[in-house]
């Protein structure tokens, strides 16, 4: 396998557990006073230990594809947990704006 390739997927697995970190942040946020302040800190223990892995990634992969990675993996994953988990509400625009995301991204890798 590529391993740019692997690259890719390992950054996208990183997302997930980033996208785990925001879900615990967030539940964190809802709850009275701070109450939360355990789910705050274990989110935050999982954003830096996400950063170990960004290591390994940055050094297959250029700084700005990363970023459009990272966050086009971020919006889709989050925001499937917004309508699914939260109850949240998304507009269309705001679909379409993820669809544009997703574009920027096929574009990006055929250069990386």
């Given at each position: 396998m590529n391993t740019i390739l692997i690259a890719f997927l390992i950054?996208?697995?990183l997302s997930?557990?980033?996208?785990?970190?925001?879900v615990l942040i967030k539940h964190a946020s809802?709850?009275?006073?701070f109450s939360g302040w355990q789910?705050?800190?274990?989110?935050?223990v999982i954003f830096g230990f996400t950063a170990f892995g960004w290591f390994?990634?940055?050094?297959?992969?250029?700084?700005?594809?990363i970023g459009v990675l990272y966050g086009v993996s971020c919006v889709v994953l989050l925001t499937l947990v917004s309508v699914f988990y939260f109850k949240e509400k998304?507009?269309?625009?705001e679909i379409f704006?993820?669809?544009?995301?997703?574009?920027?991204?096929?574009?990006l890798s055929r250069f990386a």
């Open positions: 950054g996208i697995g997930v557990i980033t996208v785990i970190a925001d809802l709850q009275n006073a789910m705050l800190i274990l989110g935050a390994f990634v940055m050094r297959k992969i250029k700084l700005s594809t998304i507009t269309s625009l704006g993820i669809a544009l995301a997703i574009i920027s991204l096929i574009i």
